[in-house]
């Protein structure tokens, strides 16, 4: 098979008060899988967002094999063979459609402008077929709405796969897989490269990196730092690569000293996901919930607070109990959550730095006649992006334009600002480089060093044990082990997290 060269050349774009990318040159071919690594905001996604056809307004030249290709829009992209998957699933999933139309959705909108009428059966036996390549087992007749965030990632690729491509883009397609779910993918991509496609990687996790790529490319603030082969290079030399600068230790310092308990869960169940669940949390104590993707750590969260069902159980705060019946309730009684979904459900992607920062403490800037005080809020955003390292043009950039680490930074600091008594962190780290990792556990360490409860969902248990003061270790939707961080291990929490008694 012949290989196919694709070249970018001093690709340059600007966004509103900011050069996105400065002249960058990116090169990869057909058969190989490189990654394609940075820290949030260094331009990567931009990049390949210019290669996907999603940005018009670049300057430049895409040249492939050796000849000059027009890609200004994602429909020029895909006739070239360069297909893409993007990190934010929810925004690429119709969900009142089927898992086969979503699959199949590239063909069917193509086969609707030639004829009238669709071949239903025919088009349910395909999307099985790509699945079943995929080893997966999904209803194609299922609701893509009724998905869980995994299995929306996995049709999104097998989408992607289902129409010839040369290239394929991968955005953080890991992020919400199991480590089964990771495995398969990871097969899938090698095969597709031992068929001639050339697969583009882009990652915040080191080691799947080191697993599945050829080579990477580096980049840094809007420009390429370096490409290299990965047997020439080890983890410590990429993230100092990444972040120009050597990585200080990752983990903050932990307390050990706890003040009175703030939340009590006791016997909570919503009948399906969450069953029969007990935890509590100390005033300055960091909790884990650990487990798989599936376990119920995300129904978990949004049952204390508020914003999913319960049938049983109780919930105190300061002995008092709750009444959560709705994320108001919950914000009133004193409990904050950050969401695994943040596009989704923690920031307002169309709205300023400064709307989402303050969004929710209006009551604070709002004045005689329920008049926003658009000084104080403009005074108390500036504050906080200088606190906590926002990296935007402006207090009023749009949230959307930002990179995903400093997305979750606003994500963070609107509940700074209200000053919950009890913060719920689920995947907090989700799509965010180590750069921007560090902070966030800073952030999070700073809650606890002022009295604040702090309980803190991952999948990645490397954080959990080196964050968390106490671990609960979730298993088929209910606490199975409970745990101090100080004395267990990865490997410890791996084995109650797939079943182990």
């Known amino acids: 098979m012949a290989v196919k060269r694709l070249e970018m050349k001093s690709i340059t774009i600007d966004f509103p008060g900011v050069r996105a990318l400065n002249g960058v040159d990116f090169n990869t071919a057909t058969g190989s899988i490189q990654a394609l690594i940075g820290a949030n905001g260094a331009g990567k996604s931009t990049l390949m967002k210019v290669l996907s056809g999603a940005h018009d307004h670049y300057t430049g030249e895409i040249q492939l094999d050796g ?247 109780t919930v105190k705060l300061k002995g008092k109990i709750l009444n959560l019946t709705s994320p108001h309730a919950a914000v009133k009684s004193g409990l904050a959550l950050v969401p695994e979904e943040r596009r989704k459900e923690g920031v307002l992607v169309a709205e300023s730095v400064t709307s989402n920062l303050t969004a929710v403490n209006l009551k604070k800037f709002t004045r005689f006649l329920s008049f926003i005080n658009q000084r104080a809020e403009k005074k108390t955003a500036q504050e906080y992006i200088k606190a906590l390292g926002i990296k935007t043009s402006s207090e009023m950039a749009k949230v959307e334009n930002l990179s995903g680490g400093n997305q979750q930074k606003v994500a963070i600091g609107r509940w700074l600002i209200a000053d919950a008594d009890v913060y719920i962190f689920d995947e907090p780290t989700k799509g965010v480089d180590v750069g921007a990792k560090r902070d966030i556990f800073e952030l999070i360490a700073q809650l606890a060093a002022q009295g604040k409860g702090v309980i803190y969902a991952s999948s990645e248990l490397s954080e959990i044990t080196g964050i968390t003061n106490r671990v609960y270790v979730l298993y088929d939707g209910e606490p199975v082990k409970e745990l101090e961080t100080a004395v267990t291990t990865e490997e410890e929490l791996l084995f109650y997290s797939t079943g182990g008694r």
């Open 67 to 313: 000849e000059s290709v027009e890609i200004r829009t994602p429909a020029d992209a895909q006739k070239l063979g360069i297909q893409t998957v993007y990190q934010e699933v929810d925004t690429a999933i119709i969900p009142s459609l089927t898992v086969a139309e979503n699959i199949m959705l590239n063909q069917t909108v193509q086969a609707m402008g030639q004829q009238h009428w669709m071949n239903w059966k025919q088009l349910f036996k395909k999307a099985e077929s790509i699945l079943s390549s995929m080893n997966l087992h999904i209803p194609v007749k299922k609701l893509a709405g009724e998905l869980t965030l995994a299995e929306k990632q996995l049709v999104l690729i097998a989408r992607a796969i289902s129409s010839e491509c040369s290239f394929l883009i991968l955005d953080e397609p890991t992020a919400p897989l199991s480590h089964t779910e990771t495995s398969e993918l990871f097969r899938i991509v090698r095969d597709l490269a031992k068929r001639n496609v050339g697969i583009i990687f882009i990652s915040h996790r080191m080691p799947e990196i080191f697993e599945l790529c050829d080579e990477l490319t580096v980049m840094r603030n809007g420009e390429l730092v370096v490409k290299r082969n990965i047997p020439e290079v080890d983890t410590h030399q990429v993230i100092e690569y990444m972040l120009g600068r050597k990585l200080e230790d990752q983990f903050p310092a932990k307390f050990s000293t706890f003040g009175e308990t703030l939340l009590e869960v006791e016997g909570l169940s919503d009948g399906d996901k969450v069953k029969n669940t007990s935890l509590h949390v100390k005033a300055g104590e960091i909790v884990g919930l650990a487990g798989l993707v599936g376990a119920g750590k995300t129904e978990l969260c949004k049952a204390l607070f508020g914003a999913g069902p319960t049938k049983s159980g």
